[in-house]
């Protein structure tokens, strides 16, 4: 996805987007992700992503040789803030650790208003695989919703979990690891096909520290991760009976069974070993179409209790 579709700022700042204007940069970051893969070798891919020099559609950018950590909010807002947006503003931006490039992991934080029944926070994210860009479209879209009305319970979202990899268009992140492999599972194992590296040890990579950390720092126990290519409401743990409402309203087939072994998966550690409510959003759409936000929108809405 088109980081410049996603919304940032300094840590701590309020955002607001334009919803108009991110969707042909979206599709174009796809096109040139596409042209990417066929054109390019590994190596110039993790150049390309190591150099930031212009990123996906040339709007995410980043200095050669420059330490992103000190430039927090390069997922740039497609407007500016201003006065005139302050009473549409919602949430707040807020980074959560780094990618293995160095880059700023964002999520939006939104809180609920103050008469929501309290409820254990929730995290929505996409692009744990990077070259699942339709999973940032999602998170993107439910954002632009989320700030002009909040959801029933404080949620997260992080539009690019894998911000190297969404950049490159790879799956995996910038060290060749498959994100949804590293995590400390109770099977996690350093045995793997071929592009499903898990790491040198559970949870080497600093995108699924990130993850991980987030989610014990505020507790959260509805965790929804956003996915490509599949059409399915997959849950783990306590996520069935979610899952199942999810797919009711996105006319999606729901299963707690993906058909393969997923060891050290987002899903075994938090749904199956620590039994919390995962929902994982299979779309049929690998590319950054709209049609995975418009088939899921009920659905996510539903998520974070916001009335579909």
Not at 98 to 105: F, M, N, S
Not at 230 to 240: E, L, P, Q, S
């Amino acid at each position: 996805m088109d980081p410049a579709a996603l919304v940032g700022g300094r840590q701590g700042r309020r955002v607001a987007v334009d919803p108009e204007r991110g969707l042909h940069r979206v599709r174009r970051a796809a096109r040139e992700g596409r042209h990417r893969r066929r054109h390019q070798g590994d190596a110039e891919r993790r150049a390309h992503a190591a150099l930031g020099d212009g990123g996906v559609g040339g709007l995410h950018r980043l200095r050669p040789r420059h330490d992103p950590r000190q430039e927090p909010g390069t997922l740039v807002a497609s407007r500016a803030i201003g006065p005139r947006y302050a009473s549409r503003v919602a949430g707040t931006d807020e980074i959560i650790g780094t990618t293995a490039l160095g880059r700023p992991i964002e999520a939006i934080r939104f809180r609920p208003p103050s008469y929501a029944k309290p409820r254990p926070p929730a995290i929505i994210f996409g692009a744990l695989h990077g070259d699942e860009p339709s999973s940032a479209l999602q998170a993107q879209r439910l954002i632009e919703e989320l700030l002009d009305r909040p959801p029933g319970r404080e949620t997260w979202i992080i539009p690019a979990a894998n911000l190297d990899g969404l950049l490159a268009g790879t799956k995996n992140n910038a060290n060749d690891v498959d994100l949804n492999r590293n995590f400390a599972s109770s099977n996690w194992t350093a045995e793997h096909k071929g592009g499903y590296f898990p790491g040198a040890t559970p949870e080497s990579e600093p995108e699924s520290r990130a993850l991980a950390a987030l989610i014990d720092k505020i507790g959260a126990e509805r965790l929804v991760a956003l996915h490509a290519t599949f059409k399915v409401m997959n849950w783990d743990g306590r996520g069935r009976e979610l899952a199942e409402e999810m797919a009711r309203l996105a006319g999606y087939p729901a299963s707690g069974d993906i058909g393969y072994p997923t060891p050290g998966s987002f899903g075994t550690k938090y749904g199956v070993d620590r039994g919390l409510e995962v929902v994982t959003v299979e779309v049929p759409y690998l590319e950054a179409d709209e049609r995975a936000w418009t088939e899921t929108r009920s659905a996510l809405r539903w998520a974070v209790d916001l009335p579909t």
